[in-house]
């Protein structure tokens, strides 16, 4: 069974940083995209950064030049450095992969969802 745990969300004051981390475990072949999304109250969820296993990245406007999305292939990670965080981004954020696995012997590409962190912004 493929889960993904994320770790690292907390409560911070405006202009700290946070460092948010995806470990995906289980039968895995290989990792496509990875990603993080998230959503505030009353918000619907949103793309914040992805990387490719090949190392291309993507940003929401809002968080470019203060958000770094990396990843480690070697033990499945992928982590999001968050730095200059203001009061907006509050949100519960989410790890997201498209991975390939086996699943009672069947090769499966599924899209994976973490269990969401916090990250609270105080002003």
């Known amino acids: 069974q493929v889960q993904l745990v994320e770790s690292g969300g907390g409560l911070v004051q405006d202009g700290g940083s946070l460092r948010l981390s995806c470990a995906a475990s289980g039968t895995i072949l290989s990792i496509n995209a990875m990603g993080w999304y998230r959503q505030a109250p009353r918000k619907q969820r949103e793309l914040v950064a992805t990387t490719t296993s090949g190392g291309s990245t993507n940003y929401a406007d809002s968080v470019k030049g203060r958000f770094t999305i990396s990843r480690d292939n070697a033990k499945n990670t992928v982590y999001l450095q968050m730095n200059v965080l203001k009061p907006e981004d509050t949100a519960v954020y989410y790890c997201?992969?498209?991975?390939?696995?086996?699943?009672?012997?069947?090769?499966?590409?599924?899209?994976?969802w973490g269990q969401g962190t916090q990250v609270t912004v105080s002003s």
């Open positions: 997201n992969a498209d991975i390939r696995s086996l699943r009672s012997g069947i090769l499966r590409r599924d899209n994976y």
